[in-house]
């Protein structure tokens, strides 16, 4: 009897702890329109709970399993004031809280968009493919279309490099010293992790983190309390860069014990991309570990990176796309019966980080993370020593090159002929690709004492960058919040190139084969680092693993103070940020190049910049729904390490008169949020002043008309103007049917003339490495940024029952090729003897000198997907095709080649064929389709 009483009461008591189990429930919705809200996140605090969700594409959020007590229930995100509430759960079945409430704000971070190259995401100037990426979370019709239809086609909002874009893990700025862009490589594939941003700001709106850049900030919150509880699992097939991509994750929450973990992880993989020859192997992963030891104090550590191997695509000129089509790549060959490509780049660049939030009391908080950023980045690429350029697209193997004549004459019947000849070797495959086998046998034949003709060789940079950051924010009365947040940075990179595979040979030569120098009435070739202490018969000679050509460090200290203040009303909120700035630099080169023994070896100059920059934001609430934003930056901003050292692979030299650039932004908004209709109308400014462009590269004819020369080019004092408009409406005009049309229409020149130098070998000879050749005329130049207007006309139909369809109208326009600046130098007018060119014209300096406008072109996309909830489990099936109709004719971008170095050249049609701009072709067709399922 007692058994059974007790066995009645185990029961009785498993039953009662069963009732006390509630599901909670809710929708959020805009308080001004009644439409739902995704994509917010829902957290439910008290007792031993500390739960999180995020509202799904009907504004629902649901809590399963939830004891009974009081909590509080808190609503956040992106474009939304944060709502707080009490709730008491008390044994019932299920608690619906029914309609969630929330207020419009425009000043809270709503918008935010990265969109991403291949060529960013890679760093190299050769990659034709993209991905467009997209970082923001929120309901901005703009953002929306911006990204995910006009973005798909390399469009840029406000015309912008991502040099401008801030991007923040846990305060922590991930923008490289180098070139100012953040490498999004090292967390791509966490779309668990990245997918809804602690906070993103549009263009120069003011920012909790840090004082920002002209294309805003983003910044992440790595807590696992701050993400989806549970396992998602997700698979991708998609025709772009990679073809599969699979991902895991698994997030405890915040457990009884104040704990949450959380995992992560994906590969990305392609044999062959939708460019020829290109394959595509990425890992990542992400481990989350938080510990909440009390309502104050939370300790978070974070470790993350994403091992990447990829080779990539080569620009193209027109005779070559018309040869063999837009998906063509020169950088693959054949070998033993495979493609191998010889650009490969590989990075793999860990973070580790350890972040403390302290909740001081309910108006103050402190975040304060320590990070350690290690890893190197690699591209590969073959070299060659006193031999010829090996590539199919060399300029000697294009048909353009038989009908070319020095002296202007015009081309014969048999130049024609050899003109055909290789023509047809072309179009049959013949000569199109790379020929391993013949490098392979270059080096057999002609290497007698074992030194490599041709070798694979890979520039390698090897960054350490430590970084403390610390953000506090108070509330110093109701209407009045303060934001200080200062960090420092030191990073150590190392730069070098290293021999990767000899293709049969023994060795490198340690020597520059463009250059000689006589002695004792003896020429030689100069020697790229004459410290090597190894025995006289092998100093010269460098071997698989080892460093050739170049080894320098760039080592840079950086430190900024950031304060702001935000006054609110009930008409009117007015914020003011400030900053303070220092940046030193200096470079320390290992390898003594014998050119320039007195500028290459040890530490260099440091050169150091103050900064400093003033931001204000006022938004005016004419009434829940019509609001009017104006925002206005000045700001000095100091120059990349590669900016200060503009060939630092073989010297410390850099121009005179560098400085910090100047940079002024404003921007003024009209924003309408009515229950069936939203729009933003937006008109912007941006001046730059004293900036430095850069670039590599070969001039025939510039310096000495019988000579090539390989160059870096350097302007000092360029200054851009950005001006433009942006324009969006979305109307719900039934139920389930919403239409939206968006415009931007933009105007983006150079608004200065820089000055203009090469540094070259030639000059260093001198002793002078670098020659200032004047004025380059840029000015009223447009400025090569991707389409600079763009519009797109949509409509989506969502089904109550959980399906969707969209399609999108999208037209980009007004797309220019990057003007060569040596052309608009006064030295391109000069012949062989130092005059003016007596075939000079106006009607054909004219002729020249324009800028090549690409065609304006149309796409059409389609996007559609259905959603599943089965009890606490949810599933979901997406998809996208852009470019449904298979245009191949749009030029996303491209470059006229420096190498055209007078007017003479210029002049000949068979050489600017040869040496034509090069582009970048869109894809056609892509398609990506997703399925995930969560519990």
Same mark, same amino acid.
């Given at each position: 009897?007692?058994?059974?009483?007790?066995?009645?009461?185990?029961?009785?008591?498993?039953?009662?702890?069963?009732?006390?189990?509630?599901?909670?429930?809710?929708?959020?919705?805009?308080?001004?329109?009644?439409?739902?809200?995704?994509?917010?996140?829902?957290?439910?605090?008290?007792?031993?709970?500390?739960?999180?969700?995020?509202?799904?594409?009907?504004?629902?959020?649901?809590?399963?399993?939830?004891?009974?007590?009081?909590?509080?229930?808190?609503?956040?995100?992106?474009?939304?004031?944060?709502?707080?509430?009490?709730?008491?759960?008390?044994?019932?079945?299920?608690?619906?809280?029914?309609?969630?409430?929330?207020?419009?704000?425009?000043?809270?971070?709503?918008?935010?968009?990265?969109?991403?190259?291949?060529?960013?995401?890679?760093?190299?100037?050769?990659?034709?493919?993209?991905?467009?990426?997209?970082?923001?979370?929120?309901?901005?019709?703009?953002?929306?279309?911006?990204?995910?239809?006009?973005?798909?086609?390399?469009?840029?909002?406000?015309?912008?490099?991502?040099?401008?874009?801030?991007?923040?893990?846990?305060?922590?700025?991930?923008?490289?010293?180098?070139?100012?862009?953040?490498?999004?490589?090292?967390?791509?594939?966490?779309?668990?992790?990245?997918?809804?941003?602690?906070?993103?700001?549009?263009?120069?709106?003011?920012?909790?983190?840090?004082?920002?850049?002209?294309?805003?900030?983003?910044?992440?919150?790595?807590?696992?309390?701050?993400?989806?509880?549970?396992?998602?699992?997700?698979?991708?097939?998609?025709?772009?860069?990679?073809?599969?991509?699979?991902?895991?994750?698994?997030?405890?929450?915040?457990?009884?014990?104040?704990?949450?973990?959380?995992?992560?992880?994906?590969?990305?993989?392609?044999?062959?991309?939708?460019?020829?020859?290109?394959?595509?192997?990425?890992?990542?992963?992400?481990?989350?570990?938080?510990?909440?030891?009390?309502?104050?104090?939370?300790?978070?550590?974070?470790?993350?990176?994403?091992?990447?191997?990829?080779?990539?695509?080569?620009?193209?000129?027109?005779?070559?796309?018309?040869?063999?089509?837009?998906?063509?790549?020169?950088?693959?060959?054949?070998?033993?019966?495979?493609?191998?490509?010889?650009?490969?780049?590989?990075?793999?660049?860990?973070?580790?980080?350890?972040?403390?939030?302290?909740?001081?009391?309910?108006?103050?908080?402190?975040?304060?993370?320590?990070?350690?950023?290690?890893?190197?980045?690699?591209?590969?690429?073959?070299?060659?020593?006193?031999?010829?350029?090996?590539?199919?697209?060399?300029?000697?193997?294009?048909?353009?090159?038989?009908?070319?004549?020095?002296?202007?004459?015009?081309?014969?019947?048999?130049?024609?002929?050899?003109?055909?000849?290789?023509?047809?070797?072309?179009?049959?495959?013949?000569?199109?690709?790379?020929?391993?086998?013949?490098?392979?046998?270059?080096?057999?034949?002609?290497?007698?004492?074992?030194?490599?003709?041709?070798?694979?060789?890979?520039?390698?940079?090897?960054?350490?960058?430590?970084?403390?950051?610390?953000?506090?924010?108070?509330?110093?009365?109701?209407?009045?919040?303060?934001?200080?947040?200062?960090?420092?940075?030191?990073?150590?990179?190392?730069?070098?190139?290293?021999?990767?595979?000899?293709?049969?040979?023994?060795?490198?030569?340690?020597?520059?084969?463009?250059?000689?120098?006589?002695?004792?009435?003896?020429?030689?070739?100069?020697?790229?680092?004459?410290?090597?202490?190894?025995?006289?018969?092998?100093?010269?000679?460098?071997?698989?693993?080892?460093?050739?050509?170049?080894?320098?460090?760039?080592?840079?200290?950086?430190?900024?103070?950031?304060?702001?203040?935000?006054?609110?009303?009930?008409?009117?909120?007015?914020?003011?940020?400030?900053?303070?700035?220092?940046?030193?630099?200096?470079?320390?080169?290992?390898?003594?190049?014998?050119?320039?023994?007195?500028?290459?070896?040890?530490?260099?100059?440091?050169?150091?910049?103050?900064?400093?920059?003033?931001?204000?934001?006022?938004?005016?609430?004419?009434?829940?729904?019509?609001?009017?934003?104006?925002?206005?930056?000045?700001?000095?901003?100091?120059?990349?390490?590669?900016?200060?050292?503009?060939?630092?692979?073989?010297?410390?030299?850099?121009?005179?008169?560098?400085?910090?650039?100047?940079?002024?932004?404003?921007?003024?908004?009209?924003?309408?949020?009515?229950?069936?209709?939203?729009?933003?109308?937006? /008109?912007? =400014?941006? &001046? !730059?002043?004293?900036?430095?462009?850069?670039?590599? $590269?070969?001039? %025939?004819?510039? @310096?000495?008309?019988?000579?090539?020369?390989?160059?870096?080019?350097?302007?000092?004092?360029?200054?851009?103007?950005?001006?433009?408009?942006?324009?969006?409406?979305?109307?719900?005009?039934?139920?389930?049917?919403?239409?939206?049309?968006?415009?931007?229409?933009?105007?983006?020149?150079?608004?200065?003339?820089?000055?203009?130098?090469?540094?070259?070998?030639?000059?260093?000879?001198?002793?002078?490495?670098?020659?200032?050749?004047?004025?380059?005329?840029?000015?009223?130049?447009?400025?090569?940024?991707?389409?600079?207007?763009?519009?797109?006309?949509?409509?989506?139909?969502?089904?109550?029952?959980?399906?969707?369809?969209?399609?999108?109208?999208?037209?980009?326009?007004?797309?220019?090729?990057?003007? /060569?600046? =040596?052309? &608009? !130098?006064?030295?391109?007018?000069?012949?062989?003897? $130092?005059?003016? %060119?007596?075939? @000079?014209?106006?009607?054909?300096?004219?002729?020249?000198?324009?800028?090549?406008?690409?065609?304006?072109?149309?796409?059409?996309?389609?996007?559609?997907?259905?959603?599943?909830?089965?009890?606490?489990?949810?599933?979901?099936?997406?998809?996208?095709?852009?470019?449904?109709?298979?245009?191949?004719?749009?030029?996303?971008?491209?470059?006229?080649?420096?190498?055209?170095?007078?007017?003479?050249?210029?002049?000949?049609?068979?050489?600017?064929?040869?040496?034509?701009?090069?582009?970048?072709?869109?894809?056609?067709?892509?398609?990506?389709?997703?399925?995930?399922?969560?519990?």
């Amino acid at each position: 009897m007692n058994k059974l009483l007790l066995s009645l009461s185990v029961f009785a008591a498993t039953v009662a702890m069963a009732q006390a189990q509630t599901k909670v429930t809710g929708v959020a919705k805009n308080a001004a329109t009644g439409e739902e809200v995704y994509n917010l996140t829902v957290r439910l605090d008290g007792g031993a709970v500390s739960d999180a969700a995020i509202t799904d594409r009907i504004g629902y959020f649901q809590f399963v399993d939830i004891p009974d007590g009081t909590y509080k229930l808190q609503v956040y995100g992106v474009g939304y004031d944060p709502y707080e509430k009490e709730i008491t759960v008390a044994g019932q079945k299920e608690l619906d809280l029914g309609d969630i409430k929330l207020t419009f704000n425009p000043n809270t971070a709503e918008v935010g968009i990265i969109t991403l190259t291949d060529d960013e995401l890679s760093d190299d100037e050769s990659t034709t493919a993209s991905n467009s990426g997209l970082l923001q979370s929120s309901r901005d019709v703009f953002a929306r279309v911006s990204a995910y239809e006009l973005g798909s086609y390399w469009f840029k909002p406000r015309g912008l490099d991502n040099k401008y874009n801030d991007v923040h893990f846990n305060g922590v700025r991930m923008n490289k010293m180098d070139n100012g862009r953040a490498t999004f490589n090292n967390w791509g594939g966490l779309n668990d992790v990245t997918r809804r941003p602690d906070e993103l700001t549009y263009g120069i709106e003011p920012s909790k983190y840090a004082f920002g850049d002209l294309g805003g900030v983003t910044n992440f919150d790595t807590r696992p309390s701050t993400m989806r509880k549970g396992v998602s699992l997700a698979y991708s097939n998609t025709n772009r860069s990679y073809r599969n991509r699979v991902m895991a994750t698994y997030n405890t929450g915040l457990m009884d014990n104040g704990w949450a973990f959380m995992v992560s992880g994906s590969r990305r993989w392609a044999e062959e991309g939708i460019i020829e020859g290109t394959f595509y192997d990425a890992y990542a992963y992400y481990l989350g570990i938080e510990k909440k030891f009390n309502e104050k104090h939370t300790l978070n550590f974070t470790s993350f990176g994403a091992p990447t191997r990829r080779s990539t695509g080569s620009p193209n000129t027109q005779e070559v796309v018309d040869m063999k089509g837009i998906y063509y790549n020169s950088y693959w060959g054949w070998q033993d019966g495979e493609k191998r490509n010889e650009r490969v780049k590989k990075t793999f660049e860990p973070i580790n980080m350890l972040t403390h939030h302290w909740n001081i009391n309910n108006k103050s908080k402190l975040t304060t993370t320590v990070s350690y950023q290690f890893g190197k980045e690699s591209g590969s690429r073959l070299d060659w020593f006193n031999a010829n350029n090996p590539s199919p697209t060399y300029y000697r193997n294009m048909p353009s090159y038989k009908l070319y004549k020095v002296d202007g004459s015009a081309p014969t019947e048999a130049d024609f002929a050899a003109s055909n000849v290789l023509y047809n070797q072309w179009m049959n495959g013949e000569i199109s690709q790379l020929n391993w086998n013949n490098l392979y046998d270059a080096n057999r034949k002609s290497s007698k004492d074992g030194h490599a003709i041709y070798w694979l060789t890979a520039d390698v940079n090897e960054d350490r960058t430590a970084t403390a950051y610390t953000n506090f924010q108070t509330e110093l009365a109701p209407n009045i919040d303060l934001t200080l947040a200062a960090s420092y940075q030191n990073t150590n990179s190392k730069l070098y190139r290293e021999v990767q595979d000899l293709m049969g040979a023994e060795f490198v030569w340690n020597k520059d084969d463009f250059n000689t120098v006589v002695e004792n009435g003896v020429s030689r070739f100069y020697r790229y680092n004459i410290l090597d202490n190894r025995d006289e018969s092998e100093r010269d000679k460098i071997r698989k693993g080892e460093k050739q050509e170049y080894y320098y460090e760039i080592n840079r200290d950086y430190a900024d103070l950031f304060a702001q203040t935000k006054i609110k009303s009930k008409f009117l909120d007015v914020t003011i940020g400030m900053k303070a700035a220092m940046t030193k630099f200096y470079r320390d080169g290992k390898f003594q190049n014998e050119m320039y023994k007195d500028h290459s070896y040890g530490k260099s100059k440091t050169y150091d910049f103050l900064d400093f920059g003033v931001k204000s934001n006022f938004l005016v609430k004419l009434d829940g729904r019509n609001f009017i934003q104006a925002n206005v930056m000045y700001q000095t901003e100091a120059p990349t390490s590669d900016e200060i050292f503009p060939n630092a692979r073989l010297n410390d030299v850099t121009i005179n008169g560098i400085e910090s650039a100047k940079i002024f932004s404003g921007d003024l908004s009209y924003i309408l949020r009515a229950p069936r209709i939203k729009a933003r109308a937006t /008109a912007y =400014y941006t &001046r !730059t002043k004293d900036e430095i462009q850069k670039a590599f $590269g070969y001039i %025939d004819g510039g @310096l000495d008309s019988q000579k090539r020369f390989f160059v870096s080019e350097v302007l000092n004092g360029v200054g851009k103007e950005y001006l433009g408009t942006e324009l969006a409406v979305e109307a719900q005009v039934l139920p389930v049917l919403t239409v939206s049309a968006v415009a931007s229409i933009g105007q983006y020149v150079y608004k200065d003339n820089p000055d203009y130098y090469l540094y070259s070998d030639e000059f260093g000879k001198d002793g002078i490495p670098f020659k200032n050749f004047g004025t380059s005329y840029l000015k009223n130049y447009k400025v090569s940024s991707g389409p600079q207007s763009g519009f797109s006309l949509g409509a989506e139909y969502r089904d109550p029952k959980f399906w969707w369809i969209g399609v999108s109208g999208n037209l980009l326009t007004n797309n220019y090729a990057s003007p /060569a600046a =040596y052309r &608009r !130098t006064a030295s391109f007018l000069l012949d062989d003897n $130092g005059v003016t %060119d007596p075939t @000079l014209t106006d009607e054909g300096l004219m002729r020249v000198l324009k800028q090549e406008k690409f065609s304006n072109e149309f796409m059409l996309n389609i996007n559609m997907g259905k959603t599943f909830r089965i009890g606490k489990y949810s599933a979901g099936i997406s998809g996208t095709i852009n470019n449904v109709l298979n245009n191949k004719n749009y030029v996303t971008g491209g470059f006229e080649q420096m190498r055209i170095g007078n007017y003479a050249n210029a002049s000949n049609k068979y050489y600017q064929t040869m040496f034509g701009p090069k582009m970048f072709y869109g894809m056609g067709t892509t398609y990506f389709a997703n399925i995930y399922f969560r519990f």
